[in-house]
């Protein structure tokens, strides 16, 4: 670890201030002796995800739904005809536990949206599918979100920025979760 402290960054023209570069600037005056950048990349990165997250939450709840139930229509969308996954499977890649996938394939199943069939050769196991009404759903609400977050980066970025940002994000998600070891939505 270096003892080095590292300058305040330099700026860009028109670049701006946030609130970020205060809390910055007050660390270094109140403890010049550390390095604080990486305030500069964690808690934009966190307050970024923060607003995504609002963004996001405020356009499922205009289609009456929420990431809960989007969540697992994505991945059994995404998994292609006949839009089937094991219910062990949905649990596996929706990162949380058995009883929370049950609970959500509960609540889908009532509204419609999917149906469970018990596998012919191994009754242990529970296919979930797709219905028409679920495809339905999903293909509008995820034409909407994805049209509504492109329109977001477009007014901030232009596009050899945004692929620059997807190849950084990549690169910095990808030391918490090694390539191939998550499929998240």
Do not use: C
């Amino acid at each position: 670890m270096s003892n080095r402290v590292k300058k305040a960054p330099v700026r860009r023209a028109g670049a701006g201030v946030d609130g970020v570069d205060a809390v910055e600037a007050d660390w270094r005056r109140e403890r010049p002796d550390i390095d604080v950048s990486s305030i500069g990349v964690v808690t934009r990165v966190w307050r970024v995800g923060r607003y995504l997250d609002r963004v996001r939450n405020d356009r499922l709840s205009d289609w009456d739904t929420d990431r809960a139930t989007i969540d697992i229509l994505a991945m059994l969308r995404r998994a292609g005809e006949p839009y089937r996954q094991s219910a062990g499977q949905l649990t596996k890649h929706s990162l949380i536990t058995s009883g929370g996938v049950s609970q959500r394939l509960d609540k889908l199943e009532r509204a419609g949206l999917i149906s469970r069939h018990l596998d012919v050769n191994d009754r242990r196991r529970v296919d979930v599918q797709l219905t028409p009404e679920g495809m339905k759903l999903i293909d509008s609400v995820f034409h909407d979100v994805v049209h509504n977050e492109n329109d977001l980066l477009g007014e901030i970025f232009d596009a050899d920025e945004t692929e620059q940002l997807r190849g950084l994000l990549r690169k910095f998600l990808l030391h918490f979760e090694p390539s191939g070891a998550v499929r998240a939505d």
